[in-house]
């Protein structure tokens, strides 16, 4: 029904910046709140960021000033502005979306993308 598409991950420096894109594609659905997690190899995923419907975001404490998430509900698209990247920050990046078919916005389900890498160096 949801599919979601990661996508701008890659190979930066410390001290750099990458923007991550993630798509929503499909028939018949609505977007409700979307996150941004994150999971580095021997880790549990984490949660990065949230975003509501309505654009009321929240952060991890240790991206908090150097991340904004965002969305484009008209293009079903959320993106994470990554700043002022550290090493700690290196992982598999990826989108998460609560969604509910159009006509039936009561009932809800989770989807996740495959993820998109992110490597920073020092």
């Known amino acids: 029904q949801v599919q979601l598409v990661e996508s701008g991950g890659g190979l930066v420096q410390a001290g750099g910046s990458l923007r991550l894109s993630c798509v929503a594609s499909?028939?018949?659905?609505?977007?409700?709140?979307m996150a941004w997690y994150r999971q580095a190899p021997g880790l549990q995923r984490e949660l990065v960021a949230t975003i509501s419907s309505s654009g009321t975001a929240d952060y991890q404490d240790s991206v908090k000033g150097r991340f904004t998430i965002s969305r484009d509900n008209a293009k079903n698209t959320m993106y994470l502005q990554m700043n002022r990247l550290l090493p700690e920050d290196t992982a598999v990046y990826y989108c998460n979306a609560a969604a509910s078919p159009t006509h039936t916005w009561w009932q809800e389900s989770d989807y996740w993308g495959r993820g998109t890498q992110v490597t920073v160096f020092s």
């Open positions: 499909g028939s018949n659905f609505r977007i409700n709140a």
